[in-house]
């Protein structure tokens, strides 16, 4: 039992590692003004972020612009993916998940495209436009192939449709 439980904390020690490495290449890829499509709420945070941050290190060095990577992804819990993005919350604002259950982010339960599109937290690579649009497709097929819809389910479809398209939107604005 006691290697089980040793064994558990050792992955997740090294899932936020990892999940640290990524936000801290994000960090310097964004830097480094790399087009790899970045879009969604996240990718402002980030930017502000690194903007309150550059001044105090060399970003000319690698081993800076990492350190400034790392120092910017401490400020961040946890890192999950799902099809349409990433979710990346901040400690601090934890709180202003879509997904709050009053007391934690339900990132299992939570992890709805009508949550995660509108939420804060959600960042997008061009692999992601993909997904949104097939995503829409599928919700629009049903809107206008179930006419026996309930009105609030219609109601949660054509808000899923509409933050959809402000993702999408922001695809073609930031694509960072």
């Not at 990718?43 to 105090?56: Q, W």
């Not at 120092?71 to 799902?82: M, S, T, W, Y």
Request: include cysteine; aromatic fraction near 8%.
């Amino acid at each position: 039992m006691t290697q089980q439980y040793t064994e558990g904390k050792d992955n997740e020690k090294q899932g936020l590692s990892i999940e640290k490495e990524f936000i801290t290449e994000l960090v310097c890829n964004l830097v480094e003004e790399k087009d790899l499509g970045y879009f969604g709420p996240q990718v402002s945070v980030l930017m502000k972020l690194i903007k309150d941050n550059i001044d105090f290190y060399d970003v000319d060095n690698p081993k800076e612009m990492e350190a400034m990577g790392y120092a910017i992804a401490d400020g961040f819990d946890r890192l999950k993916v799902n099809e349409t993005g990433l979710c990346m919350p901040r400690k601090d604002t934890l709180d202003q998940s879509k997904c709050w259950n009053g007391k934690f982010p339900d990132y299992e339960e939570g992890s709805l495209f009508v949550n995660c599109s509108a939420c804060i937290h959600n960042f997008c690579q061009r692999g992601h436009k993909e997904a949104i649009e097939r995503h829409m497709i599928s919700v629009s097929n049903m809107l206008d192939n179930a006419p026996l819809l309930g009105e609030k389910l219609r109601k949660k479809y054509e808000k899923e449709l509409q933050q959809g398209e402000k993702l999408l939107a922001m695809a073609d604005i930031q694509n960072v």
